[in-house]
T-cell receptor, first 112, second 113 residues
């Protein structure tokens, strides 16, 4: 375990469903991130939170909605997704520019 | 804005041979450079980083990387590859003054027995 926990590990959802991905860290890090990893594509930064405030939204469609209720938890709310949204969604946390990211194991999402 | 290039999608080496995975970067100011490894269906795991100081950085599992400022490169190396090193490797760069890390597209390393 890395200290960043993502649930669920796998998720299959229909295009009309609403679901949420959860990320939790108790490392004392002040920044949290959502990344999308699709086959044969670079990692795509989706959202950045610093001290619970969203500092970046990388042109992500509104069917993805992040929430950061406190510095330890990060959610990604999903609704009316498309099949092309199927991917591995990775959460990461960091304590500053000099430090690397700590990643969770990801949620493998399949939209049917 | 910063960017990272990993020019090889795939690197194949024989077990016991040295390996190199290439990375070049572009960033304003002093860079912080990182290597990560990803095994199937897992998140990225930190291998090593360059912040300042000695250009040769040693990391986990016998990996090392050399920071070359003039060539803006940060190649990952290992003197003797293991089959268990087979994985996807990502180079990343982060400016010293913000939290925004950019990743390369990844290089798939295959070590054959």
């Amino acid at each position: 375990e890395t200290g960043v926990t993502q649930t669920p590990r796998h998720l299959v959802m229909g295009m009309t469903n609403k679901k949420s991905l959860k990320c939790e860290q108790h490392l004392g890090h002040n920044a949290m991130y959502w990344y999308k990893q699709s086959a044969k594509k670079p990692l795509e930064l989706m959202f950045v939170y610093n001290f619970k405030e969203q500092t970046e939204n990388n042109s992500v469609p509104s069917r993805f909605s992040p929430e950061c209720p406190n510095s330890s938890h990060l959610f990604l709310h999903l609704h009316t997704l498309q099949p092309e949204d199927s991917a591995l969604y990775l959460c990461a946390s960091s304590q500053g520019a000099r430090y690397g990211y700590t990643f969770g194991s990801g949620t493998r999402l399949t939209v049917v | 804005a910063q960017s990272v290039a990993q020019p090889e999608d795939q690197v194949n080496v024989a077990e016991g041979n040295p390996l190199t995975v290439k990375c070049t970067y572009s960033v304003s100011g002093n860079p912080y450079l990182f290597w990560y490894v990803q095994y199937p269906n897992r998140g990225l795991q930190f291998l090593l980083k360059y912040i300042t100081g000695d250009n040769l950085v040693k990391g986990s599992y016998g990996f090392e990387a050399e920071f070359n400022k003039s060539q803006t490169s940060f190649h990952l190396k290992k003197p003797s590859a293991l089959v268990s090193d087979s994985a996807l490797y990502f180079c990343a760069v982060r400016p010293y003054n913000n939290n925004d890390m950019r990743f390369g597209a990844g290089t798939r390393l295959t070590v054959k027995p």
